[in-house]
């Protein structure tokens, strides 16, 4: 089983602050996506990353795909309350396999 | 282009009952997705259709099925309903092409409460 682990599970931090989501496999996988998603809505695409150890940035969000391509990490600049919700991230593996996603990291930033 | 439409958003149902939720996928998408997701558990894969096919099937009983007609839209169904079944469906739409293999535009899901 292709299992993806994010930490930490919860983060609750002040507006303004910096912070780092991790997501952990023992899988390679050929694409990997961060997701944001807010309560009562479906998860919304952040990015989509391919290489080994790319890095991908939109706005104050930056993203890192592992050398080995096995695990990815979400950096957060000078959060803001608009940043809170569930970030997730999902893996393929190529052709038609399953898309795993991971156990997901809620953040609350409070103003 | 529209998005991923799910109907209906809200759904109460008895025990025992069974329902059909719906989801159409972005134009020119062959693959749809169906998720379930409560509190507890996350985000769980219930099955993927692609050109009316199944590709892939997650950890699911019987009860729950699913379907996928020539115009890329997809019915999910579950019968003999249980409480635990109350959660948020969420239907994704792929085009399961290149780069993008993997990328899932999600619709706003389904609410569904058993009582």
């Known amino acids: 089983t292709q299992l993806l682990e994010q930490s930490p599970q919860f983060l609750s931090i002040q507006e303004g602050e910096n912070l780092t989501v991790y997501c952990n496999s023992s899988s390679v996988f050929s694409s990997l996506q961060w997701y944001r998603q807010e309560p009562g809505e479906g998860p919304v695409l952040l990015v989509t990353?391919?290489?080994?150890?790319e890095v991908k940035k939109l706005k104050r969000l930056t993203f890192q795909f592992g050398d080995a391509r096995k695990d990815s990490s979400l950096h957060i600049t000078a959060a803001q309350p608009g940043d809170t919700g569930l970030y997730l991230c999902?893996?393929?593996?190529?052709?038609?396999?399953?898309?795993?996603f991971g156990t997901g990291t809620k953040l609350q930033v409070i103003p | 282009k529209a998005g991923v439409t799910q109907t209906p958003r809200y759904l109460i149902k008895t025990r025992g009952q069974q329902v059909t939720l719906s989801c159409s996928p972005i134009s020119g998408h062959r693959s749809v997705s169906w998720y379930q997701q409560t509190p507890g558990q996350g985000l769980q894969f219930l099955f993927e259709y692609f050109s009316e096919t199944q590709r892939n099937k997650g950890n699911f009983p019987g009860r729950f099925s699913g379907r996928q007609f020539s115009n890329s839209r997809s019915e999910m169904n579950v019968s003999t309903l249980e409480l635990g079944d109350s959660a948020l469906y969420l239907c994704?739409?792929?085009?399961?092409?290149?780069?993008?293999?993997?990328?899932?535009?999600f619709g706003q899901g389904t609410r569904l409460t058993v009582v």
């Open positions: 994704a739409s792929s085009s399961r092409k290149g780069a993008a293999n993997t990328e899932a535009f």
């Open positions: 999902a893996g393929g593996r190529g052709g038609y396999q399953k898309v795993t």
């Open positions: 990353v391919v290489t080994g150890g």
